[in-house]
């Protein structure tokens, strides 16, 4: 399996707990020399919604840790160019976006999401394996592009390695815990990461509010 990342923006009108992000975008080489090709995730996504299993949310690709299964996606959809849903700058690109909920009563959901929403952890990526994908020239450089790919999880994540990927929302919630209620505020972009391994490509998230056009 590997990973892979992507930018994030803030926003009202979700549930306590919630967020939205676009956790890849098309059409766009990265870091790794990955280009997700539009249509990559339609096979993946079907086969989860025929079984009827949510998409994991984990913290930071801890997948054999019960305790970094933090929150379920609970919808999915790849979303084509100059879709109104995309951030205005990758709205010509296109992607994958989700809207999960955090188990808030959780207490490494509630303190993944405070970090989240304090801008701490910035940045998403999701797991992968590759189904069909070939070298491409991506505008003149060596590129390998991903037609076809499986989704196993996403989640937060520290580094990331495609500046072009995005949060696209966070809901404040109470924290059982600690009682801790965190507001949305506007992020500093996030700075670029270098490369993990050819195993751990992981694209940037940068954190903005809503209230401020991205």
């Not at 500046?163 to 500093?188: F, I, N, Q, R, Y």
Request: charged share 25%; aromatic share 8%.
């Amino acid at each position: 399996m590997q990973t892979k990342a992507f930018p994030a923006y803030v926003k009202d009108g979700l549930e306590a707990g919630q967020f939205e992000a676009i956790v890849s975008v098309f059409n766009t080489r990265d870091y790794g020399g990955d280009v997700v090709m539009p249509g990559a995730f339609s096979r993946s996504l079907s086969e989860w919604k025929a079984k009827g299993d949510p998409i994991p949310v984990i913290w930071s690709h801890q997948i054999g840790d019960p305790e970094s299964h933090i929150g379920v996606v609970v919808e999915a959809a790849e979303l084509q160019a100059g879709d109104d849903r995309l951030p205005v700058k990758i709205r010509g690109n296109g992607g994958l976006w989700v809207r999960a909920q955090l188990d808030l009563e959780e207490p490494r959901a509630a303190k993944v999401h405070k970090l989240l929403k304090d801008r701490r952890v910035t940045q998403f990526s999701f797991t992968y394996d590759v189904a069909k994908g070939a070298p491409v020239d991506w505008e003149g450089r060596k590129s390998f592009g991903l037609y076809d790919l499986t989704l196993h999880e996403v989640g937060p994540t520290l580094l990331g390695m495609n500046p072009e990927t995005a949060l696209v929302g966070a809901k404040a919630g109470t924290c059982p815990t600690c009682g801790h209620t965190a507001d949305s505020a506007k992020a500093s972009p996030a700075p670029v990461a270098s490369r993990l391994s050819p195993a751990s490509i992981e694209a940037m998230l940068r954190v903005e509010a809503l209230d401020v056009e991205p």
